[in-house]
């Protein structure tokens, strides 16, 4: 059944698989990444100084930032030449240190914080929201949400069925609609409504009273449930403003005093702060914004201020597990609900993506884990790529556009690059010949066109084994179906080595069922004296260089040979003299050329 379902793929219409090499060192001062990054500050800086923007560059700042796990590797920032007002101080040149309203941004924080209380086993994710927020046991109306049914988890996915917000972005409130750009609420076809039908606060950001913790409970228990719990994603504020009550409840402190504590004293961000900082150190657009909003019961969904030197911290910290360890951190990055994209998912509380689109000639799949925000004048975004250790925020104040612009130029430019680094760190380190000194084995690994490393000769004890793996996996011993490609496993074995395993990729065919693609993500299929045949197990000297390659269910270890591109099998050499030849054996071959 297994050798069934695997010869099935052959007819299937396959991707490539997903991260294929190890994430690259990327070093700022490489000269490839100095022609990147200074190909992009021309191609933005034309933009902005030869009005080709489709935004409005004269009222637009932005501060960007680009990170490897280890460093900055580049950082960008336009002051628009008209700000908004400053109470507090005259305005300044944007840099790093310069703050943004980042929105929703906040929301990774909660999550965070959240994770890290779990870790300490203060909470468990899996719990009912009203284990920790007891005012939500009864609701006031009788087919109110069923909060016994929800989840901390579904609170963080998008997946709790509850109301989007409560009292913001309401249009029976005058300036919401002109803002809007609706004058007359009947003109436009909506009924009168009644003053007491209006939420008690938070319907503007400029008049309306602030919300806080009693308005939320009391408002979000008059409220019927979007979906029943873990139905379907929907976006939901309310959500993480709960959250961040759980977080208060369980620590002890206020919501500012728990990321301090938890997150941002631990990694040295000094900047990010659900308190508006002075006026003179952000950056106030010339626009309706938020810059002096306060949020109140909203900062846990969206009430901070950071900066693009804050947040490149936050990211490395992320892809580095500093704070969560390991296990959490890979789990945090998998989706959790559907959205209605074919290739967009919700996480917690991420915006996952995934595309063909980034890596020319290749209908690989790259995997983006985004988190966006927007208040009135202020649009963020950060991106975080694992396979590639990297991560990119765009902060702008002024025209939504302008990020989206921005963002584009950067994510499409730099993944590109760090496809290419990574590509030729792993053509120099792994690919080559590799043969037993014991045994008639012998391997050699490739890296061509958009391949990752791959297959291209295999002999073990004297058999021509591609043929007989390519047989296993399909049921018809024809190399021309696909090719034999290892993927990293992210694990190093007791003796150190790097582990990888062996996939087969079936060519790129057209799906014959309604299924239009397939998965390949199964290497552990073939057992061989309870070892892996797919395990491949990379051994490096003391100086980091790979020198030979274990493969354990054959109990044998190849040793990388430098010379091997130099060597082919000579015309009329027998498979067995063709192997005493180029193992170096001091007996005659008896090949005879031709």
């Not at 496809?419 to 045994?439: C, F, M, V």
């Not at 990729?505 to 290497?523: F, G, L, Q």
């Not at 099998?569 to 003299?577: K, T, V």
């Amino acid at each position: 059944m297994v050798l069934t379902c695997l010869s099935a793929l052959v007819s299937s219409g396959c991707f490539e698989p997903a991260e294929p090499l190890p994430a690259p060192h990327l070093n700022p001062g490489s000269p490839d990444l100095v022609r990147l990054f200074s190909g992009l500050e021309t191609v933005i800086e034309t933009a902005l100084t030869q009005t080709t923007a489709s935004w409005n560059t004269t009222i637009t700042s932005h501060a960007i930032d680009v990170t490897s796990a280890n460093e900055t590797l580049w950082q960008s920032f336009h002051t628009a030449p008209l700000l908004g007002e400053y109470d507090d101080g005259g305005p300044t040149n944007v840099t790093g240190d310069t703050a943004f309203r980042i929105a929703s941004l906040s929301k990774v924080f909660t999550v965070l914080a959240i994770l890290l209380e779990q870790q300490k086993g203060n909470l468990n994710m899996k719990d009912p929201v009203t284990k920790y927020l007891l005012d939500l046991r009864e609701n006031d109306i009788p087919d109110g949400v069923q909060w016994e049914q929800i989840s901390l988890e579904s609170l963080a996915s998008q997946l709790s069925g509850i109301p989007r917000e409560y009292g913001q972005e309401d249009f029976a409130d005058g300036i919401v609609a002109r803002n809007h750009g609706i004058a007359n609420l009947q003109g436009a076809g909506l009924p009168p409504v009644h003053a007491d039908d209006l939420a008690t606060c938070g319907t503007n950001h400029e008049t309306s009273p602030t919300c806080f913790r009693k308005d939320i409970i009391e408002g979000s228990k008059k409220r019927p449930p979007v979906f029943p719990p873990n139905y379907k994603s929907t976006y939901s504020n309310i959500a993480f403003i709960l959250l961040g009550f759980v977080l208060e409840n369980v620590t002890g402190k206020s919501y500012q005093e728990a990321l301090s504590a938890s997150i941002l004293e631990p990694l040295d961000m000094h900047h990010t702060t659900v308190e508006r900082p002075k006026d003179s150190m952000g950056v106030i657009p010339a626009m309706t914004n938020d810059w002096t909003y306060i949020a109140g019961a909203y900062d846990p969904t969206g009430g901070l201020y950071s900066t693009v030197n804050d947040l490149s911290i936050f990211m490395r910290a992320i892809l580095n597990s500093e704070l969560l360890d390991r296990s959490t951190t890979n789990a945090w990055f998998k989706p959790r609900s559907w959205s209605s994209s074919l290739h967009s998912a919700y996480g917690m509380p991420w915006e996952i993506y995934r595309t063909t689109g980034l890596i020319p000639d290749s209908d690989r799949g790259v995997t983006l884990i985004t988190k966006g925000g927007a208040l009135y004048g202020y649009y963020s975004h950060i991106i975080l790529l694992p396979e590639f250790d990297l991560a990119i925020t765009v902060l702008v104040a002024g025209e939504s556009e302008g990020r989206e612009w921005l963002e584009k130029q950067v994510l499409t430019a730099t993944t590109k690059l760090v496809e290419d680094i990574a590509r030729s760190q792993a053509r120099d380190r792994y690919t080559g010949y590799y043969k037993s000194l014991q045994i008639n084995s012998s391997i050699t690994f490739e890296i061509n066109g958009s391949s990752g490393l791959t297959i291209t000769s295999w002999i073990s004890n004297g058999t021509d084994f591609m043929l007989e793996y390519v047989g296993i996996h399909t049921g018809q011993r024809d190399l021309s179906q696909g090719r034999i490609q290892l993927v990293p496993a992210g694990l190093r074995r007791r003796s150190g080595g790097e582990a990888w395993h062996a996939t087969f990729v079936p060519n790129k065919r057209t799906a014959d069922s309604v299924i239009d693609s397939c998965m390949i993500n199964d290497v552990d299929t073939v057992m061989y004296g309870d070892r892996s045949l797919q395990e491949f197990v990379f051994h490096a000297n003391n100086e980091g260089e790979v020198t030979e390659v274990e493969l354990p269910a054959f109990r044998a270890v190849l040793r990388k040979h430098p010379k091997a591109e130099a060597m082919v099998r000579p015309a009329g050499c027998s498979r067995w003299n063709y192997f005493q030849q180029i193992l170096g054996l001091s007996v005659s071959t008896g090949c005879v050329q031709k």
